[in-house]
């Protein structure tokens, strides 16, 4: 007789069984409330794998006592959902679960949405991708997104003890968790792959001589033969964390920064996209408060071109390290900013005579660049002139910030300028 495996025969009967995702299917959340009043509308669930899209899916479905269809995107085409909505035209409100639809093309999309907007199907898509980019707008706009999280240490924690508990198969036997740090941590809260990890390693455990079969942190590692990283370097995964590694550097933390950094490491990321990125935030978050940050940045990118990896991690690490332990200031960044905001809302202002370039004799005598002066030939090297169009005049574009470095560009700002731009 073949068994099911673990995680198959504990799947929830019920919606109130669901371990997790408590924001909504607490008493007053929304899922909560669609089963209350049988009514659902489209929807998208979006969250990482193993977290329940599926699972509740069919739960919401059979709170209904709706005809219910399943379509993989891996492997259906336009045909196989022109045929459910065929099928469903005499069955109006049939509820069409599409696993992946984030692998659904522009046309296999296309061809869903008349029949949303009529209410002939409501959709249920699942997705591990961000909706926003790998989903046609205006299949969102026709349903609700729902983000689901990865769960939590104590709903894993919640799933092992019901497993040993409520498992035909498992409560049969005499199992003891000595330990559960690496059946957490390779799960990645991944509820699926916790499952399936506790019941390998509960067939390649030996019962000691009392019958007991031991579950600990060294049986599970040598069971899992593998690192626990979740990264896809095209996916959603990949930008949460290149953005959670430059907010840490930003917010002058270089342990968060190092972990993010090893995160892409370890998931196989391209180390020039990592490095590529340490130079942006180098000019933005680091900028003029330590103009070094940039050079290091920018001879980070030359070195992994030259050795690359492994050995380019290090390289990695210490341009990353440097960049969040450097102080901090964005002028740089929130000036070109500024400027480029005020020349898309004044359009293109003449350049004034004296600044423009006296290249031919008609423009020079047209007076281009006759009043302008040589700051050079100021012992100084400094003379006050106009350098602002008309209409812009005294209007500040770079602040510094309070660091050591700006603070001196600014009191050399404030001695030039006087209060010209209010420094």
Not at 126 to 143: D, G, H, M, W
Not at 331 to 360: E, F
Request: aromatic share 6%; proline share 5%.
């Amino acid at each position: 007789m073949v068994v099911a495996p673990l995680s198959e025969r504990l799947r929830p009967k019920t919606i109130f069984e669901v371990v997790g995702q408590q924001h909504l299917l607490s008493k007053n959340g929304v899922f909560t409330r669609m089963v209350e009043s049988k009514t659902i509308p489209s929807m998208i669930l979006w969250g990482p794998p193993g977290v329940g899209k599926t699972t509740l899916a069919r739960l919401l479905a059979e709170s209904t006592k709706r005809p219910f269809k399943t379509l993989s995107a891996v492997s259906a085409g336009v045909k196989d959902v022109r045929e459910v909505i065929k099928d469903a035209s005499y069955a109006y409100g049939t509820i069409l679960f599409i696993d992946e639809i984030h692998r659904f093309s522009k046309s296999q999309q296309d061809a869903l949405l008349n029949a949303v907007e009529k209410g002939i199907v409501v959709l249920i898509g699942a997705t591990t991708e961000n909706p926003s980019f790998e989903v046609n707008s205006a299949l969102i706009s026709r349903s609700q997104v729902y983000c689901l999280e990865p769960l939590k240490k104590e709903d894993l924690l919640l799933l092992i003890d019901r497993a040993l508990e409520k498992d035909v198969v498992l409560k049969k036997k005499n199992i003891s968790i000595k330990e559960n740090n690496d059946l957490l941590r390779y799960s990645g809260g991944d509820a699926r792959r916790l499952l399936n990890l506790l019941e390998l390693s509960i067939e390649a455990a030996k019962p000691n001589a009392v019958g007991e079969i031991e579950i600990t942190d060294q049986l599970v590692s040598l069971v899992a033969q593998q690192k626990a990283v979740r990264y896809d370097k095209k996916g959603e995964n990949h930008y949460d964390i290149i953005s959670a590694l430059i907010k840490s550097i930003r917010g002058s933390d270089p342990n968060a920064a190092v972990y993010w950094l090893a995160r892409m490491i370890e998931g196989g990321e391209d180390p020039k996209f990592i490095a590529r990125r340490l130079i942006i935030s180098a000019a933005e978050d680091v900028g003029n408060a330590n103009p070094t940050a940039l050079i290091v940045a920018n001879n980070c990118m030359q070195a992994i071109q030259y050795i690359g990896m492994p050995e380019g991690r290090i390289v990695l690490s210490q341009a990353t390290t440097y960049l969040a332990c450097s102080p901090k200031s964005n002028a740089a960044y929130a000036a070109i900013g500024k400027a480029q905001k005020i020349v898309k809302h004044t359009g293109d202002l003449p350049v004034p005579l004296h600044l423009r370039n006296a290249s031919t004799q008609l423009l020079k005598e047209l007076g281009y660049a006759d009043a302008y002066i040589y700051p050079h030939d100021d012992p100084q090297g400094f003379i006050s002139q106009e350098y602002m169009p008309e209409g812009l005049e005294g209007e500040p574009l770079f602040i510094p910030k309070k660091n050591s470095r700006e603070q001196e560009m600014l009191k050399r700002l404030q001695l030039m300028w006087g209060k010209k731009y209010n420094y």
